[in-house]
Each structure stands twice: as structure tokens, then as C-alpha cells.
């Protein structure tokens, strides 16, 4: 950003001119923001891209299944170990009555008895549990609407001395949503909260931490309004994770490019007489480097276009959407509150005309001064620390969650999940569907019903085309790897029979979507770096620099993955990790801890035109350390609020990414990263050079200035 261009967005008249702007936006977009939950689509199956056989199996269906059904299993089970008449015939009268709840399809209950005569199951032989189906159709967002549809269950299904579950996919779903229902305004306090503690503690000013919040609430106004309008009118598919990752990061890089521009303004301040002069200097030195930063993570987040999943593809326009807002509010509406306000606002510590930068003897100028006499071993070193954590990554397991496993606490659903497989009983919510040519039907029935786990066949029935299916329930929980194996081995088995058979349902969809998340971390990983590397190299004019650059992100990250695992595993005692846990870490790991380095080197190479590249090295690092530390400590708090979610996968990326961001804030930009420009000078440009420092004036001898005489 140009100086002149700095100065016209704070200018006198224009300042007032950026103010209204921005409520007005924030008025519009926030009203349609405030709708976003409405537009969100948690169902598993849209996650999927056409070509997963799943999701052809739901377009062969079309016609016989409406996709959005959602089967619910009312689990009943007598405590003290047996069903009686009156009881079993209270549960036939409540099927009658679950008959009537709204989005019950025509037929959609299927009492015990009825079950039991098809040979779907409906009691257990020990006659302690009972199982009425229940299927629900409330459209495409009906997934939203299952958390009434379950309370309108439990109120009909009481009956004295049985305990009631809801399982199935049902049961699964209200699980879901319940686990997410207000979690948005809730994080957002949460997060706001800790943000503002933060910068109390860091601005150690009464007044100065409203206006990042302001801009933040701002930036998330905007940016969640934008988001509603893609999902609703561009088919960006927006859930409930999404979500909530949005306004995460929307407030966490808000404020971390909030706490660079209002240090570089407070040091200018103290140059500049007039506030305007100062902050237009202050964007035009700190612009590029937020601009920068704010570019690396919108092109990560972009790179997520490249899944074949669904809803990692619509994280990366949504997220992409927050942070581009986010950067021109903090580069627009910040600016304009910070000088209005004028320097009153940093009370009680006023960066008056003309005193002394306060961090020229502060930690970070102690550390440099510890990191300056022997920085080839100070960067062997650390190197050698963060790849010995990396060796963590061995205990990491991506295999997938089980239905049980994927929530931080047991949930009803797994309960009910139990109680059938410990009375012999299938979930016949959630089966196979196979789909084959009809003279083949038969055929493939039988290899399919031969596999371990899979239950009885229903009866063929056409769809038109030359082609019939069947369903055939699965033993076991849907998301389990053991499911997955069946649903692997029930399509080589079928496939035997004849290629062109389709084998879906909703354990093939976690099958998939394990399938898709594995391929999208192996490309996705690979041009998110390379993304990375041209963005360094065009902001620093080198090689060398960004290729080092990166080397330290990247052991940041198997070093933060790596001791994550090791607490996943041995202290929260979570069974794994979702397929999609790695390429989630590493996307926001590199693109925001690189902007950590992107601070610091943008003042290095600022500083080498001057001084020199080791001296500048020193400079940067004390100039910079105070507000990088705050940062840091900003987006890990942050991130770690995803942990107040009952969802294992969020609570897994929020610690992972908070760790990486420490280790990034901590270690590699104050000691790695100033260690390796220390130790290298000048040659960190390669192939460029730094710009040479202007030669001392000489002095009334005729000697260069601060030369002793002869």
C-alpha cells in the first residue's frame, strides 16, 4: 500500500467517510449473518462428490428412496431384564402415536411386531429390548430439525421401568445437532472473551483493546453475511464445523493483524506530531506484511477448492471470505477508529512526540542478545528438538472415529448403538444398498449376504433401467474400520459378480468420505506449500529465505502433530483421529504460522536496507517480539475454544493448531528463524541482496563518521 493511499483512508474527512461505510455494511450483511445456521447442511452425504459410489447409489435410488429420509430407531429396553405384555403393548400404541409427529413420512413406523414378522428383527431374543422405526423427512435441511423431532420422540415413548434410547442414523443426527445447537454465539463469547483479556494484559490500556473487538465484530458481521449469500445463491456447502471455524478465525487473525498495525502506529507515534502522518506511515510499513499474511492464508484456504469432499471444498471459500474481510476491515476501519480517537485511547501509557520506544531493552532484545554469539548452534539445536517431536507423529492414528468415539461424552445415540449389539439386534437404519442389473440381483444378494457382518438381504426390487436393489443390514457401529472393512469387501465381492454394481448406504458414505479425505490430504499438502513458497519469495525477493522459511513451518507442524498426538493418545484418551484431521491441521498451521515469519522478515528485510541483516535480525526481532507474542497468544486462545464442542475432531484441531502456533510464536520465529538470519547475513537473500547501508558521512577530518583519529 502506497503512503499516499495510506494517508487519504485516514485523512481528516475520509476517516468519518470509512466509519459510516462500514456500519452500513455491517448493518446489512449482519442481519443475513444472523441467518447463516439456517443455510447449513450437515448431512454426510452432500459432503460427497458425484463420482463416490455412495453418492451414486443415492442418485439410483432417487426414484424409490428420497435421500433426505432419515430413519430413527426408538430403542426400548426393560431394566429389570424383560419386556412385558403391557409393556410391549404401550410401545405398539406410541408407534401409532409417533405416527402423527411432524415430518413422519406416510408408513414411516414400523412397530416391533411388524418388524419382527418381516424378519427385520423388532425384539430381541432374550426379550429385553424392543425397536420401533421411525423414518423422518423434513427436505434438505431436515438434519437441522432433528433435535425437535427427537424431543417430540422421547415425549411420547415413556413408559415406566424401560429405558429409552434413540439410535440409528436419526438418533446420530439429533446427537449432531444438539452437540452444535447455539455453539456459535457461545464460541463467539467465549473467544471475544479471551481476546479481550489478552489484549488488556498486552495494551495494559482501559480503552485501546474496544477497538479490535469493534473491527472484529465487524469483520465476522460482514464476512458471516457474505457467507450466507454463497451458500444460499452458489451452492457453497457451509456446516455446522465450518462455522464455527469461521468465526474463530475471523476473530483471531482480526486481532493479530490489529495488534501489528497499532504497534507500528504507537512507534510512529512517538515520530510523528501529527496522528494522520503517523498512521499513514504506520499502513504504508505494516500493510504489506498484513496483506501478505492475509493472502497466504486466503490462498491456503482456497487451495481446500481441490477436495473431493464437499464440505472440506466449501471450508475454503468460506474461510477464504473471512479472512479477505477481516483484512480490509483491519486495514480500512481500524485505522479510522484508531485516529479518531487519537492517542488518548493508548492511556495510561500516551506514545507522546518524541520519547523513547520502550522495547529497545525488553525481552526480545535479551533474547537476541542470547541467540547473537553462537546462532549455528542455537538453530542446530532447536532444529534438532522439533524433529525429535516430531517423532510423535508414529502414534498417530487416522483411521477414522466410531460412532462412540466422536464425541467427547457418550452420547444417547451410542447408548442405543450398545443395547442392540448387546441383545443381537442390527440397526436396520443403517444398511447396505446395493444396486445391480436385475438377471445379476440374485447373485450378488448371496456374495454380499456371505460376508461376516452383514445381515439378511430384503427382498430385490426394480428401479427401472434393467436394474433392482436390496439392503442388507451391517452388524456393528456404521463409522466403525471394522464397518468399513465389511463395506470394502461387500463391494470386491459384488464387484466379482459384475463390475457395474453399486454398493451404498450409509456406512459406504463413511467409507467414502474416509476414502475422499485421504486423497485430498495427499494433493491438497502439496500446492498449499508451493502456494506459500511464491507468496515469500515475491514478498522477500529471494529463495534462500522462503525455502527456509518453510523448512521451519513444516517441522513446527510434524513437531505440534506430533506431541498432539502423543497427548490425544496417553491424556484426553481419544481413540483416534479423523481421516481429515492432518490436511485441516496443516492448512491452518502453515498459513497462519507463517504469518509469524512474515512479521518478522518483512522487518529484517526492511531494516537490512539500512543497518545490515544481522544487525536488522536484532532489530526485528525486538521491534516485532512484543506484538508477535501477543498475537500468538491471541489465535492459540482462540483456537484452544474449540475444545468447549463435544466433538472430537473440533477439540483435536483446536488444540493441535493452538500448540503449533505457540511452538511457532515461541520458537521458530524468535530463536529458529533469528538464529538462521543471524548466522547466514546477508546471503538469506539469495540470489537478491539485501540493499547496501548508506556509508557514514564523514566527519570534519574527513574520516567516516565515528572513526577514531589517528
Given at each position: 500500500?502506497?503512503r ?7 485523512g ?32 454426510a452425504?452432500?459432503?460427497l ?27 426400548y ?11 410391549k ?16 413420512i ?31 423427512d ?17 415425549d411420547i415413548?415413556q ?19 444438539e ?7 457461545t464460541l463467539?463469547?467465549?473467544t ?10 498486552t ?6 483493546w ?14 458471516g453475511?457474505i ?15 465450518s ?11 482480526g ?19 501529527d ?7 504506520a ?5 504489506p ?19 473431493e ?9 468460506v ?37 523513547r520506544?520502550p ?13 547473537q ?36 461424552h457418550?452420547?444417547?445415540?451410542v ?6 449389539l ?14 445391480a442389473?436385475a ?7 448371496a456374495?454380499?449376504?456371505g ?20 439392503e ?17 469387501q ?44 511464491l ?8 529463495v ?12 513446527s ?10 497427548l ?7 481413540a ?15 498459513a ?31 521491534s516485532?517480539g512484543g ?14 475454544t ?5 466433538f ?11 500448540l ?23 546471503r538469506i ?26
Open positions: 500500500m502506497h499516499q493511499i495510506a494517508g487519504r483512508l485516514t481528516r474527512v475520509t476517516k468519518w467517510l470509512v466509519l459510516v461505510a462500514w456500519l452500513v455494511a455491517a448493518g446489512g450483511l449482519g442481519t443475513l449473518n444472523a441467518k447463516l445456521a439456517d443455510v447449513q447442511n450437515n448431512e452425504s452432500s459432503w462428490p458425484g463420482s463416490a459410489e455412495s453418492t451414486q447409489v443415492i442418485d439410483a435410488l432417487a426414484s424409490q428412496m428420497d435421500p433426505n429420509q432419515i430413519p430413527t430407531l426408538v430403542v429396553e426393560a431394566d429389570d431384564g424383560t419386556l412385558t405384555a403391557s409393556e403393548q404401550a410401545i405398539g400404541e406410541q408407534a401409532q402415536q409417533m405416527a402423527g409427529l411432524d415430518g413422519v406416510d408408513a414411516g413406523v414400523v412397530p416391533p411386531e411388524i418388524a419382527a414378522k418381516a424378519g427385520m428383527g423388532g425384539y430381541s431374543d432374550d426379550g429385553a429390548v424392543a425397536v420401533t422405526l421411525v423414518t423422518f423434513f427436505g434438505a435441511n431436515g438434519w437441522n430439525d432433528m433435535p425437535d423431532a427427537a424431543k417430540g420422540l422421547r415413548a413408559i415406566d421401568g424401560v429405558t429409552v434410547h434413540l439410535a440409528g442414523a436419526g438418533g446420530q443426527a439429533a446427537d449432531s445437532a452437540a452444535f445447537e447455539g455453539i456459535d454465539t463467539v463469547l467465549i471475544l472473551g479471551v481476546v479481550i483479556l489478552i489484549l488488556l494484559l495494551y495494559r490500556s482501559p480503552m485501546l474496544i477497538l479490535p473487538i469493534v473491527s472484529a465484530v465487524v469483520a465476522l458481521s460482514c464476512a453475511g457467507v450466507y449469500l454463497l451458500a444460499k445463491y452458489a451452492d457453497v456447502t457451509v456446516n455446522g464445523q462455522q464455527s471455524i469461521l468465526s474463530i478465525l475471523v476473530i483471531g487473525a486481532t493479530d493483524y490489529a495488534l501489528l498495525l497499532t504497534a507500528r502506529y504507537r512507534e510512529e507515534l512517538r515520530k510523528h506530531e496522528r494522520h502522518e503517523a498512521m499513514a506511515v499502513l504504508h510499513r505494516a500493510a506484511a498484513i496483506l501478505a499474511s492475509a493472502g497466504t492464508v486466503v490462498l491456503g484456504m482456497l487451495c481446500l477448492l481441490l477436495a469432499l464437499n464440505s472440506t471444498a466449501g471450508l475454503g471459500p474461510n477464504a471470505v473471512g479472512v479477505a474481510v477481516t483484512f480490509l476491515v483491519m486495514v480500512t476501519l481500524l485505522p479510522a477508529l484508531l485516529v479518531i480517537c487519537g492517542r488518548w485511547v493508548f492511556w495510561p501509557k500516551r506514545p507522546a512526540f518524541g520519547s520506544e522495547n529497545e531493552s525488553g525481552l526480545w532484545a535479551k533474547v537476541g542478545a542470547l541467540v554469539p553462537h546462532p549455528r548452534r542455537v538453530w542446530i539445536l532447536t532444529s534438532g528438538l522439533l524433529a525429535l517431536a516430531c517423532l510423535g507423529l508414529f502414534t498417530l492414528n487416522t483411521a477414522g472415529l466410531s460412532t462412540e468415539d466422536t464425541f467427547t457418550e452420547t444417547d445415540s447408548k442405543g448403538q450398545k443395547v442392540l448387546e441383545h443381537g439386534l442390527l440397526d436396520t437404519s443403517n444398511t447396505l444398498q446395493v444396486v442389473a438377471d445379476d440381483i440374485d447373485e450378488v444378494a456374495a454380499v449376504a460376508q461376516p457382518g452383514v445381515g439378511t438381504p430384503s427382498a430385490a426390487r426394480p428401479i427401472g433401467g434393467g436394474r433392482s436393489f436390496f442388507a443390514p451391517i452388524a456393528g457401529d456404521v463409522a466403525s474400520a471394522a464397518t468399513q472393512d465389511v463395506v470394502k461387500a463391494r470386491v465381492v459384488a464387484h466379482r459378480v459384475d463390475d457395474a454394481t453399486l454398493v451404498g448406504g450409509w456406512p459406504a458414505v463413511y467409507y467414502d468420505t474416509k476414502v475422499a479425505s485421504d486423497r485430498d490430504t495427499e494433493v491438497i499438502i502439496p500446492v498449499v506449500l508451493s502456494l506459500v513458497m507468496v515469500l519469495v515475491v514478498l522477500l525477493r529471494s534462500l529465505a522462503p525455502v527456509l522459511l518453510i523448512g521451519t513451518v513444516v517441522l507442524f510434524g513437531a505440534a502433530l506430533g506431541i498432539s498426538a502423543l490425544f493418545e496417553y491424556v484426553f484418551g481419544f483416534g483421529s479423523d481421516p481429515g484431521f492432518p490436511l485441516f491441521a496443516f492448512v491452518f498451521l502453515v497462519l504460522g507463517i504469518d509469524y515469519n512474515i512479521f518478522l522478515m518483512t522487518r529484517v528485510r526492511e531494516e537490512a536496507a539500512q543497518i545490515g541483516t544481522r544487525a536488522g535480525a536484532l532489530v526485528a526481532l525486538r516485532t506484538v508477535i507474542t501477543s498475537a500468538g497468544l491471541v489465535l492459540a486462545a482462540t483456537f484452544l474449540l475444545a468447549s464442542i463435544p472430537v475432531f473440533l477439540v483435536e484441531l483446536g488444540v493441535a493448531v493452538a503449533g502456533v505457540l511452538l511457532d510464536t515461541f520458537i521458530v520465529r524468535s530463536v529458529l528463524v533469528t538464529a538462521l538470519a543471524l548466522d547466514l547475513g546477508d537473500w539469495w540470489p537478491g541482496r539485501a540493499s547496501t547501508p548508506p556509508a557514514p558521512a564523514a566527519n570534519d577530518a574527513g574520516e567516516p563518521a565515528g572513526t577514531m583519529p589517528a
